[in-house]
């Protein structure tokens, strides 16, 4: 069954920085686009940075410059290095990935699969 699975999450200053993590398991047949949401109180969720197989990112402006995302197709995992973090940061980010799972009858999918959610706090 996939399953991705998220670390890196938790509290820090504003200016601060931290890097995310989301990990892909699970009859995996192959991930096509990967990426990070937010959501924060109140507020509906909103794209952060995709990023293709081939390696094409798109950020949201409100990050652009600020934070990176990248990703390691060995092993199966996205990465956002986030900088000089600001109080409106703070959300629960997810990652996301279209991923095609193995079948019996072959490849199924692209199927979006999301992550547990990492709370980001920006506080001083």
């Known amino acids: 069954q996939v399953q991705l699975v998220e670390s890196g999450g938790g509290l820090v200053q504003p200016g601060g920085s931290l890097r995310l993590s989301c990990a892909a398991s699970g009859g995996i047949f192959s991930i096509d686009a990967m990426g990070w949401y937010r959501q924060a109180p109140g507020k509906e969720r909103e794209l952060v940075a995709t990023?293709?197989?081939?390696?094409?990112?798109n950020y949201a402006d409100s990050v652009m410059g600020r934070f990176t995302i990248s990703r390691d197709n060995a092993k199966n995992t996205v990465y956002l290095q986030m900088n000089s973090l600001k109080p409106e940061d703070t959300a629960v980010y997810y990652c996301?990935?279209?991923?095609?799972?193995?079948?019996?009858?072959?490849?199924?999918?692209?199927?979006?699969?999301w992550g547990q959610g990492s709370q980001i706090t920006v506080s001083s």
């Open positions: 990023i293709t197989s081939g390696g094409s990112t």
């Open positions: 996301n990935a279209k991923i095609r799972r193995m079948g019996v009858f072959g490849p199924r999918g692209p199927a979006d699969y």
